[in-house]
């Protein structure tokens, strides 16, 4: 998804681009007294009372107000139609144009381009490459590509209705600047080194009279590592708009450009730039921080400022400078100690665990004393052990951010005292990923105290794993089992039982399913057992199939697979290892789903999800009861095939058609097997099945039929279990939305 960034959302200065070379194409002079030449559109300067002119008179570049005549080697634009939210334009490339560049930006985005990336007071062509080096980014943040020949006859007299189009990434505010950039280009490429024009077109959405007197006041709470910035609006707020960041940033901003467009950058600040609901006092209340480096000299702003239910701003925002609280000189430092507990087998071990009442997270890795470990990203412990305070502190630094964190459960912090004033909390930690036998360990850690200041690194005293015995299963004391319970048409339940007091690890992989052979090499059933070893605990294309399950003191564990087809058979292969570290024998099991019964009322549950990331459904179908089974559709109205085009547009409102003319029409679509291919057959189906629509923005009907048996035998068919769904992500809908006197099936 495309977004905008900002140096004000804490990104850094974009690195300076080098121009290429580009020519900026001025236009022709008129001679006045030629009337054969072509009228070419003169730039603007837009005035704005209050505020700077368009454009900025910092910022050299050629702006058009709403529309823009072009010359052969340009695109005209137009602008047709505003509203609130929404506005509508028209591209008219030249003859000379086989392909362009366009997006729109919001005046207060662009504007920070320019602030960011050297472009206040520099000349006209230096400032269009800035714009030129977004308008053709190719990494996903860039402009649309628009050609004759995928666009067609359309091409030259191209409407945009922009917040309705795929390339509309945020939503259209009221009263808020814009730009319309377009790039022309000779060739098809719409590719930069093909730019021949840019064109920047001014627009200004209208907005309602503001209704009432909407405000929000900002209270802020500051730590040593952070702060709580909340936010409360007065009753006539319908919704809150907030941002924090440096206060140098904001500073920045508002004095190059004002107080309404530092309001309109905050309004599209961020992805998707809906206010929040004034009555959701939970979402406006958030927090900054925790830093472990928080720097008390430096200078925050929250701003804040509210608008009416017509989406209409206040001229004015609430503004909060502050700084976290500087941390006291006699702060103690997180004492903790981490050591081997009582258990240490071949393949598990478990850690005992002290963190002081100061201490609030611990953090640790395992690491092997000789050898480098997690695919060799971590030094042999004793490289680290031995060397100087530089590769100490980088290893302390890896294990603070990637580490095994715990955190002090009785840890709390009296800010009148700046004192911690919780208790110690000891742990066992279980250590079994990664963990091999016969290998000498140590345990690397360190803590974090009420600042967020991290320790030192410190080393526990070194230990050694025991040998892995595989060849006297006779002698695992480990009695471990796995069963299969709630064994349903589309999966059951996997429950591994065994003794705790003498089980480390129990391990187990499909090996095959309805006599097929997984998607990776196994051993035979009646392979030696030297074989089977090497499967279980040697590396291979089966290594990420493998399930490890490690003791824990119930004895018990169990997890639901799903997603299958009915009457499917499973074979796995089970084996568990002991505290000891020997291995138990081989053990192979299987289980078969569950069928479905088919009885006289089939029924079906449709359950559709919309995604607004992309702007599409989901539809997921599950046979309910008696299902032998269905058949399934789900389609736009792209043919007119399902006449979703001659549905009323509002709850009894016109249409040439009746209800019950809609709902037989799809019926005989779903359910008869004689229509080629608009329907589909799931087959004998217990699982649920779930599809994807593909065309974002179009109305789609979801509908299923359901076949089941009759007591003498026949099929029983079941009424059509439908969704309209509609193209904009609203609730589904049934007939009886468009018809109100319209009485279900």
């Known amino acids: 998804m495309k977004k905008f960034f900002s140096k004000i ?97 919001p005046l207060a985005i662009l504007y920070n381009y320019m602030l960011e990336e050297g472009g206040m007071g520099v000349s006209e062509q230096e400032v269009e490459q800035i714009i030129v080096s977004h308008l053709f980014n190719t990494s996903g943040s860039g402009g649309f590509a628009i050609d004759q020949e995928t666009i067609g006859e359309d091409y030259f007299e191209m409407e945009y209705d922009w917040a309705n189009t795929s390339y509309a990434q945020q939503k259209i505010v009221p009263g808020c600047q814009y730009i319309i950039a377009v790039g022309a280009c000779y060739d098809n490429s719409a590719s930069e080194a093909a730019l021949t024009d840019l064109k920047l077109v001014y627009l200004e959405t209208p907005k309602k009279a503001l209704v009432g007197n909407p405000w929000v006041d900002i209270a802020v709470r500051t730590t040593y590592v952070g702060a709580e910035i909340r936010q409360t609006p007065n009753a006539d707020a319908a919704g809150v708009y907030y941002y924090c960041t440096d206060a140098s940033a904001i500073d920045a901003f508002e004095d190059a450009f004002g107080g309404r467009l530092l309001r309109d950058f905050i309004r599209h600040g961020y992805v998707p730039n809906d206010p929040v609901d004034a009555s959701n006092t939970e979402a406006l209340t958030y927090q900054i921080g925790p830093w472990s480096n928080a720097n008390p000299d430096h200078v925050f702003t929250a701003i804040a400022f509210a608008c009416d ?116 909390f000891k742990t066992v930690w279980a250590e079994f990923a990664g963990v091999e036998p016969d290998t000498e360990y140590v345990i690397a850690y360190c803590g974090q105290n009420a600042f967020n200041e991290y320790t030192e690194i410190f080393f526990s005293e070194p230990f050694r794993t025991k040998p892995r015995v595989t060849d006297r299963p006779q002698d695992c004391k480990a009695n471990a089992s796995l069963t299969f319970t709630d064994i349903t048409p589309s999966g059951a339940r996997f429950v591994v039982k065994y003794d705790p007091e003498n089980t480390a690890n129990v391990w187990f992989i499909n090996i095959g399913m309805n006599d097929e052979l997984p998607p990776y090499q196994v051993p035979a059933v009646t392979a030696d057992r030297d074989e089977w070893m090497d499967f279980f605990f040697q590396p291979g294309d089966h290594s990420m199939y493998m399930n490890q399950w490690w003791r824990v003191p119930s004895g018990e564990e169990s997890f639901a697979y799903t997603g299958f ?181």
């Open 9 to 105: 959302c804490f990104l850094g200065v974009v690195g300076a681009l080098a121009l290429n070379a580009f020519c900026s194409c001025e236009d022709k002079p008129i001679d006045v007294n030629t009337p054969d030449d072509p009228f070419i559109s003169d730039a603007d300067t837009i005035l704005i009372d209050g505020e700077y002119p368009v454009p900025h008179p910092e910022i050299a570049m050629k702006i058009y107000d709403r529309e823009v005549v072009a010359s052969e080697d340009g695109v005209s634009v137009e602008v047709t139609d505003l509203t609130e939210t929404n506005f509508t334009f028209v591209c008219r490339p030249g003859e000379n144009v086989a392909s362009y560049r366009v997006d729109v930006y």
């Open 309 to 424: 239910a017509n989406l209409t701003p206040t001229d004015s925002y609430a503004r909060q400078d502050f700084q976290l609280m500087e941390k006291p000189e006699d702060r103690e430092e997180a004492a903790m100690t981490y050591e081997l507990g009582d258990i240490c087998g071949a393949s598990y071990l478990e850690l005992a665990v002290t963190l002081g009442k100061e201490c609030r997270n611990g953090y640790h890795l395992l690491l092997p004393m000789d050898k480098p470990s997690y695919g060799g990203y971590y030094r042999p412990a004793r490289e680290y052990i031995e060397g100087d305070d530089e590769l100490r502190t980088s290893l302390r630094n890896e294990i603070a951010a990637a580490g095994y964190a715990i955190h002090n459960n009785n840890f709390s912090f009296d800010m009148e005292t700046q004192q911690p004033n919780g208790s110690e």
């Open 565 to 745: 087809d009915p009457l499917s058979t499973f074979k796995y292969v089970y084996i568990a290892e002991d505290l000891d570290g020997v291995v138990s024998e081989v053990k192979f099991v299987e289980y078969t789903t569950g069928g479905m019964e088919p009885g006289p009322d089939p029924t079906v549950e449709i359950v559709p999800t919309y995604n607004p990331e992309n702007g599409t459904w989901s539809v997921m179908f599950n046979s309910i009861k008696d299902v032998a089974t269905f058949k399934y559709l789900v389609q736009c109205d792209d043919e007119n095939a399902l006449y979703l085009h001659a549905l009323p547009t509002e709850p009894g409102g016109p249409s040439d058609m009746r209800a019950f003319e809609f709902y037989n029409h799809w019926y005989t679509k779903v359910g008869d097997p004689s229509y080629g291919g608009l329907n589909a057959s799931t087959g004998y189906l217990g699982s649920p099945y779930v599809t994807d629509v593909e065309n974002a923005g179009k109305d789609h009907l979801a509908g299923c039929v359901a076949f089941g048996e009759n007591e003498d035998g026949t099929q029983a068919i079941s009424k059509l279990f439908y969704w309209i769904l509609p193209g904009d992500g609203s609730e589904p809908r049934k007939l009886s939305w468009y018809f109100p006197s319209y009485e279900e099936k």
